[in-house]
Nanobody, 112 residues
């Protein structure tokens, strides 16, 4: 079955940057949007960013101006560049493809 595999997480200091990548085990996702959700400790999962099949992008208010989502259609992959990281960005980040495809999650920790 198709799997979404995230990479690029880890530890960053406040104000630092990290990049996340999500690559499917199979191609053929170019007709679908792709995005990222996250779940902070003790909190509900929330949308971070989503890029639709048309290229339209939506960001959570909390990350606007700091995060940038992009796609590589040929690779059916999605990326998230996270700049100016804050401690509240600490969460498990999940790659997402509608209607209900999820990566296993990758931990991002922002701490001094």
């Amino acid at each position: 079955q198709l799997q979404l595999v995230e990479s690029g997480g880890g530890l960053a200091q406040p104000g630092g940057s990290l990049s996340l990548s999500c690559a499917p085990s199979e191609g053929g996702l170019s007709m679908y949007g792709m995005g990222w959700h996250r779940q902070a400790p003790g909190k509900e999962r929330e949308l971070v960013a989503f890029i639709g099949s048309s290229g339209r992008i939506n960001y959570a208010d909390s990350v606007k101006g700091r995060f940038a989502i992009s796609r590589d259609i040929a690779k059916s992959s999605v990326y998230l560049r996270m700049n100016s990281l804050k401690p509240e960005d600490t969460a498990v980040y999940y790659c997402y493809v509608p209607p209900n495809y999820w990566g296993k999650g990758i931990l991002v920790t922002v701490s001094s």
